[in-house]
């Protein structure tokens, strides 16, 4: 198993940290005065940010741009998993900077989803603006009324019409559906309510200015609305879309979010690193500088166990994401199946372990807004939801072992011994 990176990856990291450095870093605070601004002087936060538009020319001319799509004619600068992965994390370590980089949640899902499963045209229409960085899309699955945990359960009715496919349902915590530059929904609903189990779903393009789509309210994380970014609620009343607006056709949803979620799943956590990463140096820099009882805190016991305990686990999620995204690259998303759950599971939860520590460093300080901690410790926490519970990949990882350890009589009529 091979984790050496590329030379262009390589190459990649040095311009990237280069420009994490000069543009933004020394940008994060601007990010949030404008949009407090925009608030004040114009009464509407939800407007997109003149840094990000200002940097994201800069980015391209420096190759920092869809790094994230692999084996793409329309993307040729996208990267295998292995490479991208420690430039994403680069990338996580500050909330809003994937995008500079058209890098960004939940557009890259989005994009992935288009170059696999879209049609043509689908493509010219909707995947080339966004690869371009001129449009920004929302993913809706999840829904208030049921648990969407299970996919199964959602109930939003896609129903035939015709020429057309007419929808009705309520979702929320669609990211991304607060930013006026959102032009376009996946949306996930049953067009079969009595087909098998895993073929009820469908996929569906809807464009986010068709008649009956209301956007009720961003929902708050931790108080935080991620403005102009945000997650919101939204209802579907009778809304109409060509039929061709279905992606490989019915009953094909569930098996298209399975291949939507993978790299998905795996791109947060190579961002959840980076915050982890982060979190750690902020830590030992505050400790460093701080005296309490005589000495610096560094110095004190139990400030050590924790510096060593968070550089024993980062490093560790880290080692699993590069094994899943090397997995992902030899065998394809099913064939990591085991490798992605466990790091969607690991990488959250050490990051929120680390990012605890770091806020306790910090004291007072690491619950304000004078630190980037208590955003990213807000940020990390939904990471333990999104793109399925803790607790649904756990079951997962737990299925995939018990099965192999499972009982098979032998062709040879031998007697099968238990250990």
């Avoid at 829904?143 to 945990?149: H, I, L, M, N």
């Amino acid at each position: 198993m091979d984790f050496e990176y590329s030379d262009r990856c390589k190459e990649l990291q040095g311009k990237l940290l280069a420009f994490m450095d000069q543009h933004i870093y020394p940008n994060e605070q601007v990010f949030h005065d404008e949009i407090e601004r925009n608030g004040r002087e114009k009464n509407n936060r939800w407007l997109p940010t003149e840094i990000i538009e200002k940097l994201k020319p800069l980015a391209r001319e420096q190759g920092l741009w869809n790094l994230f799509l692999p084996k793409s004619t329309r993307a040729p600068e996208g990267l295998s998993n292995l490479d991208y992965a420690p430039l994403c994390e680069i990338m996580g370590r500050v909330h809003w900077a994937p995008e500079v980089f058209n890098c960004a949640a939940p557009d890259t899902g989005n994009m992935e989803t288009l170059e696999r499963y879209g049609s043509e045209e689908h493509k010219r229409l909707w995947l080339e603006p966004l690869l371009r960085g001129e449009i920004r899309s929302a993913f809706a699955m999840t829904e208030p009324a049921v648990a969407s945990s299970d996919a199964t359960n959602i109930e939003m009715k896609i129903e035939r019409d015709g020429d057309d496919y007419v929808i009705n349902g309520r979702k929320w915590w669609i990211s991304g559906a607060g930013d006026p530059r959102c032009k376009i929904y996946i949306t996930m609903g049953k067009t079969d309510f009595g087909a098998a189990r895993h073929q009820q779903q469908s996929m569906i393009l809807v464009p986010a200015d068709t008649p009956g789509i209301t956007v009720l309210r961003p929902l708050p994380v931790f108080g935080y609305d991620d403005a102009p970014h945000g997650h919101c609620e939204i209802v579907y009343d009778n809304v109409r879309v060509p039929a061709s607006n279905i992606l490989l056709g019915e009953g094909r949803g569930f098996e298209i979010a399975q291949g939507r979620l993978g790299p998905g799943r795996i791109h947060h956590c190579m961002r959840a690193i980076g915050v982890a990463e982060r979190a750690l140096e902020l830590m030992c820099k505050r400790l460093n500088g701080r005296t309490a009882f005589g000495k610096r805190i560094s110095e004190q016991g139990v400030w050590r166990e924790r510096i060593a305990e968070a550089r024993i686990q980062i490093d560790t999620a880290r080692l699993l994401t590069l094994k899943a995204a090397y997995m992902m690259d030899k065998v394809g998303n099913k064939g990591a199946q085991a490798e992605i759950a466990m790091i969607k599971v690991l990488a959250p939860n050490v990051t929120q372990q680390v990012l605890d520590w770091a806020i306790q460093a910090h004291g007072a300080g690491g619950v304000s807004g004078d630190f980037p901690l208590a955003y990213q410790w807000a940020g990390n926490r939904t990471l333990r939801l999104a793109d399925g519970p803790d607790e649904v990949h756990r079951n997962a990882i737990a299925k995939l072992e018990l099965a192999k350890h499972i009982d098979l009589k032998e062709d040879l009529g031998l007697p099968v011994t238990r250990g």
